[in-house]
Nanobody, 120 residues
């Protein structure tokens, strides 16, 4: 079983920054694809960012491109999401997820989530 624990959420004003962290269990973290998802009340869950096993290939959805950065530290079994220039529409529960493979293609494990609230 893969266990994921997020931290770093909070209440901030528009334009502020937050850094979310996700700590993963196990010794196979370096082989996982990792992702950050978010879900706001009344909205569908959406993928915010993803990163491959090496950390060299990343994905950011268009609405956060230029503001958010995803990174990982395989030696520490962590993945982070740096969020700058936050907007009210970024308000959501943010969850870390792991695609442990094989095969790759879906996220199999999820953390409990950390709340991010951005006031105008």
């Amino acid at each position: 079983q893969v266990q994921l624990v997020e931290s770093g959420g909070g209440l901030v004003q528009a334009g502020d920054s937050l850094r979310l962290s996700c700590a993963a269990s196990g010794r196979s973290f370096s082989s996982y694809r990792m992702g950050w998802f978010r879900q706001a009340p009344g909205k569908e869950r959406e993928l915010v960012a993803a990163i491959d096993w090496s950390g060299r290939s990343t994905y950011l959805r268009d609405s956060v491109m230029g503001r958010f950065t995803i990174s990982r530290d395989n030696a520490k079994n962590t993945v982070s999401l740096q969020m700058n220039s936050l907007k009210p529409e970024d308000t959501a529960m943010y969850s870390c997820a792991a695609d442990a493979g094989p095969p790759y293609g879906q996220f199999d494990y999820w953390g409990q989530g950390t709340q991010v609230t951005v006031s105008s």
